[in-house]
């Protein structure tokens, strides 16, 4: 059972930065492709970024530009750093673990961190 814990979220100005972080319990990183999704009331949960285990980035258009996904397998931690936040990035934002493995897939997700940006 993989167990995925963030951090790091919080309330900051338009044009601010937070980094958020995301400590999987075992060496996951190497296997897994790890990714941030957000999610607003009323709505689905929505890709941000994802970093595979060779370490290619994805990007939602929304966030290019603003928002780095990063990796540290030592740490078994995934980072998310975002810069240049503005109000429509309020969310609460979920650390996913995902892998292909056989005829199935296996999804794993964290408790969530409440990130607020006032204007």
């Known amino acids: 059972q993989v167990q995925l814990v963030e951090s790091g979220g919080g309330l900051v100005q338009a044009g601010g930065s937070l980094r958020l972080s995301c400590a999987a319990s075992g060496s996951i990183l190497s296997v897994y492709t790890m990714g941030w999704y957000q999610q607003v009331p009323g709505k689905p949960r929505e890709l941000v970024a994802t970093?595979?285990?060779?370490?290619?980035?994805n990007y939602a258009d929304s966030v290019k530009g603003r928002f780095t996904i990063s990796a540290d397998n030592a740490k078994n931690t995934v980072y998310l750093q975002m810069n240049s936040l503005k109000p429509e990035d309020t969310a609460v934002y979920y650390c996913?673990?995902?892998?292909?493995?056989?005829?199935?897939?296996?999804?794993?997700w964290g408790q969530g961190t409440q990130v607020t940006v006032s204007s």
């Open positions: 996913n673990a995902h892998r292909i493995y056989g005829m199935g897939s296996y999804d794993y």
């Open positions: 970093i595979t285990s060779g370490g290619s980035t």
